[in-house]
C-alpha cells in the first residue's frame, strides 16, 4: 500500500463521563503529535448526531483514509461509528475504536492524572494498529431456498410442515419405510388419552399432501458436504442414489427405548418395557391373560445405572399406561415404584393427580436402593424398599413393567461426522448453546429438533419442530447468507496442512484439501465467525485473522511499552 | 409499518427469539416491552443452570441483536391497548408511556442520574437497591435510555441542567400509536408470586426470609450487595435452606401445578452459595426434585457430591423466629415425624405466576385464558396456538417452561407467524 496515512482521531468527553476525570484537550494534543494523525478534534459526544457530521466532513475535509473515536465502548457504540465512516464514503473496517471510558475514565475516577497518561497510551496503541488496517469486505452468498429434514418422526415431520407453510421446498428424509417415529409404537398419548394413531394420521395426511413436501421412505443419508446456502445431501433411496442441493439441514433423527438387557429379570415377556406395554394395551392382552397385579420401575437403566441422566418423560408415560390399565379394569392393582416423580409443568401434575384418585399406587424408593425383580414359587416378586418405612415392601407382580430412558440412535455417530457436528457426554446431539440456542448448532445451516437432542414429550417435540423449522426458514427467506469480514485467511505458500487449525476450528470452517502443491488449509468463509481460534494454533503462521493481523496487534504491543518522549521524537 | 408485519408483545428472552427470527427472515416486527429495557426475568438472574452461565452477559448481546436490527421497532415503557380485524390484517393501538425524555437526544450517560437528589426502591433489584428518580432499571438495559420516575419526581430542575444533551422533557405526553400487522405474538411472561399470604413460611415478617428472585439479585455480582450473601443485619450467611413449592403444587390458592424450574434454580443458587462461600451449609427441601431436564441429573449429583448441598425431602409447616435471627423450620420427613432445622437464611423458591395484566391483555386480545390464567391452547398439541387465528403465544405465559424450552417455544411462535406472512396460505378459524 502506497498511499499516504491521513489518521483522523475524535476524542469524546461523554458528557462529565470522560471529561470529568480524563483531560480530553491534552490528549486531543497529544494525539495530533502522533505519527499519520493529519487531525484531531474532541467532541461533547461524538456519537450526536453533531459529533456524527463532525468525522463525516472531517473525512472530506482533511481526506482522512483512517478513523480513531476514543470514547465510550465498542460493545454498543462500534457499529454506529463504523456506519458513519461507510457513510463519508471510508472503508468501515478502516476504523479503530478505542476505549476510554468503561476501561479508562470509569475504572480510575479516582486518579485523573494517570487515567489521562492511560488514555494517551490507549490512543497511541489505537492509532498504530490503524495505521496497518486493511479494508475488508463482507461476502455474501446466494441460498438454495430448500431445506432437508432428516428424520420423519413428530418433531421432523412438524418442522418439514412448518417449512413448507412458509413458502419453501422441504426434502423429508426417512430411513423407515412410514413416517411417525417412535410415536407408532405408543398406543394413547398423554395428557390428552387420544389414540396415537389418530393424531398421527391426520399430522401424516397433512404432510403427504402439501406439495412442497417431498417424502423420501427407506432413505439413508451417505453423504453431505457444502455449508449454509449450498449444501449437497447424498441419500440412498430404496438402493438407488440421489443427490439433493439444499439451503439447510435439520437433524431430527430421535431416539430410542434402552433395551434392558440384563436389568430386572428382563425377558421381554413377564418383565417388559413400556413400549411392549403399550403393545399390549393397544391389543387389550392384559384382560385375557388374566392380570392381576402390576408393578412399573421407574429409573430403570436411568440416572446412574446405565446412564446418567433423566429420560424425563418415563414418570408421565408410566402414569398415563397404569391410568389406562386401571380405567380398562379397575380390579388390577398398578404400583409405580419410583424415586423422583417428574409430573413437571402446569398439566402433568393434574394428571397425576388424576392417576392417583384412579386408584394407581405410588411407592416411593431412594436412588441407592433400586427395586429388585425376583422369582418366588413360579411367580414375579419386586422387593421396594420404601423410603420412609426403611423396609422391603414386596410385591408380587403378574407384570413387571421397566421404565428405561430414551437413548441415541446407534447410527447417530455416522451422521454426526459427516455433517461435522457434534454429540455429548449423554450421546445426544449437542446444540450450539445449551440455554440461549437449543435448536441450532454452532455450524451456521445446520439445526436440530426433537429427542434428538435430548429427551422430550410430544408436545415439546413438536415446539423444537416449530423452532428449527423457524431457524431453518432465515436463510431460505433471505436468500442470501452474509459472512464476517472479519475472518482468517490462509497463506498457502507457507501451509503445510497438518490439519490442527481444522481440528480447532469450532463451526467447520477450515479443511484441509488437496491441492496441486500438496495438503493445505483451506477456509470457506461464509462459516467463518473470525474467532481466531486457527489462527492462534496455526505452528506455521500461515493463518491470518483479517483485522487483527500478526503485525496490527504487533505494533500495538510495541508502542504500548514505548515511552511518551520516544514515540514524539 | 407494512401490512407484512408482526407484533410481539412482551421483550423477555422468549418474545425476543420470536421477534429477532422474524427480522431475521425479512419481516418488519413491532416489539412492545411494558417496562423501561428488554430482557425480562432473564436479565435478573444471576447465573443459569446447569451450566452456570452468566445470566446478563449472555443476553445482553441479544438484547442489543434485537434492538438494533433494521427489522424491528422496539417500543419501551408501551402497551397494547386495543385490536381490530383478523388474521392477516390485525390494526393495533399502543400506549406509549412518556419517558419524560427525548429518546432520540440521550445517549445514556447517567449524568441526570448522579445529580437526582431523589431515591426510590428499584423494582429490578427487588426493591433492595434504591436508584435516583432519573434511572435505567439495570446497567445493561437496553435501550440505554433515561427515564424520569415523575410520580416521584419534585422537578427540581437539577437533571434539566446537567444534561448535556437538552434531552430532559418534564412535560412529554404520552401518545398512542397505530401499527398495521399480519400476526400477533404473546410473549409477556411470570411473576414471581408474592409469599406473604402463606403465612406459615414468615415472609414479610422475619428479615432474612426472602424469596428466590430477592436472592438472586443478592447474589449477583452487580447486586445491591455486590454479590455478598448477607442478612438484613449485614451478617454473613452460614446456614441456609431453600424451601420448594411455596405457593406451587398447593391447592389452597387453586395453583396445583409445578413451576417446572424451581428445584434447578434453587439447585444452582446453593451452588453459587458454596462458590461464594465454601464454608456455608445448604439445605434443599423439596417434595419432589424435578431435574428432568438436558444435564440436570448431572447438575444435582454434582450440587451434592462436589459441593456437599444437602437435599431433604419434607414441606415445612412452618418456620419460627428465634433470638440472634435464628431461624427455625419445622418440617415433617415421614408421616409420624416432625424435625427441626435451624439456619440464619431462608430462600423461598415460590410460584411463578402469570403476569399482572394478563387478564386485561388477554381481553383486548379476545383470546381465552386457562382455569391458572395461562394463555389457553386451542390445540394442546399446537403449542404455539391460542384460541384465536393469527395469534400465537410463547414462553412462560402459556405454560411453565425454563429459558431454552421459553427460546425454543419463541422460535416456534415465529415459524407460525413465518406461515401467516410468508406462506399466506392461513386458516381463519385458528
New interface residues.
Partial sequence: MTEELRIGVFICH????IGGVVDVPAVVEYASTLENVVYAERN??T??SEGLEAIKSAIHEHELNRVVVASCTP??HE?LFRATCKEAGLNPYLFEFVNIRDQCSWVHMHEPEFATEKAKDLVRMGVAKAARLEPLEELTSDVIPSAVVIGAGISGMTAAL?IA???FYVHLIEKGSEMGGLLRRLYK?Y??EELAKE?LEQRIKAVEEHERVELHLSSSIKDVEGYVGKFKVILDENGVEKSIDVGDIIVATGAKELEPEGLYEYDGEKVITQLQLEEKLRREDLNRNGIENVVMIQCAGA??EVV???S?ICCMNAIKNAKLIKEANPDINVFIAHN???????????YY?DAKKAGVRFLRFPLEKRPKVRKSDGKLVVDVFH??LLMDIPLEADLVVLSTPLVQNPDAEKLSKMLKVPLGQ?R?FFEA???????DFATDGIFLCGTA??PKD???S??????????A??PL??GYVSSEAIISSVDEAICVGCGICESVCPYGAVEVVETEEGRRAKVTGVKCKGCGTCGSSCIKRAIKMQHYTDDQLIAQERTAFVTEREVVS | MEDKAVLVIGGGVAGMQAAF?LA????RVCLVERTLSVGGRMAQLDK?F??N?CAIC??AP?M?DCY?HENIEVLTLSEVTAIEGEIGSFKVKILRKSRFVDED?C?G???CARVCPMGILNKFDMDLRVRSGAYIPFMQAVP?IYALDRDKCMRCGLCEVIC??DAIRYNQKPEIVERNVSAIIVAIGFDPLDPSGLTEYGYGKYDDVITALEFERLICAAGPTGGHVIRRDGKEVKRIAWIQCVGA?DTRDNR???C?VCCMHATKEAILTKEHNPEAETFILYT???????????YV?RAEDDYGVKYI?GKPGEIKGKENKILEIFYS???DKVEKLEVDMVVLSTALIPSEGVEALAEILGTEL?E?K?FKLKD?????GTTRAGIFVAGYCQ???D???C??????????A??VV????YDRRA
Fill in positions: 461523554c458528557g462529565i463521563n461533547l459526544y456519537c450526536s460493545r454498543t457499529p412448518s407453510k412458509n413458502g398419548l395428557p390428552t393424531f440416572r446412574g446418567k441422566y433423566c424425563k423422583e416423580l417428574q409430573a413437571y409443568g402446569e398439566e402433568y401434575e393434574l393427580r423410603e420412609r449423554d445426544f448453546h445449551v440455554k440461549l440456542r437449543p435448536v437432542q435430548g410430544i408436545e415439546e413438536i415446539s423444537q419442530g416449530y423452532a428449527a423449522a423457524s431457524r426458514t432465515i427467506a433471505k | 427470527d431475521e427472515a425479512g419481516i443459569t446447569p451450566t452461565d449472555i443476553l441479544k442489543m438494533r437526544k445517549n450517560c447517567g449524568d440505554l448535556g444533551k403444587r396445583p401445578y409445578c417446572s419432589d426434585l424435578r431435574c428432568f431436564g438436558k444435564g440436570f441429573q448431572e449429583n425431602r420427613p415421614s408421616s386457562d391458572y395461562f394442546p398439541y399446537n403449542p404455539t405454560a411453565p417452561r429459558i431454552p424450552e427460546i425454543a417455544h419463541g422460535s416456534a411462535a415465529a415459524s407460525r413465518m406461515e410468508l406462506g399466506g396460505s
